[in-house]
């Protein structure tokens, strides 16, 4: 599985960059994406935006 950002709730607040403790996210045009290679699939980032703007798929 790894982290989806739904572009349509992400707000580019960074806390999942922040968080992320593969460091596999990033902003572009102020929209969280993930490096799917180097997420470890442990949900953290799932837990801890505030928007709820990100899955596991």
Known sequence: ???VV???KCTGCATCV???P???IE???DIA???ASGCVDCETCVD???ESAIHME
Request: hydrophobic fraction near 50%.
């Open 1 to 3: 599985m790894v982290a």
């Open 6 to 8: 739904d572009k349509d």
């Open 18 to 20: 922040d968080i992320c």
């Open 22 to 24: 593969a460091a596999a």
């Open 27 to 29: 902003l572009e045009n």
């Open 33 to 35: 994406v993930v490096d």
């Open 48 to 50: 801890e935006c505030p």
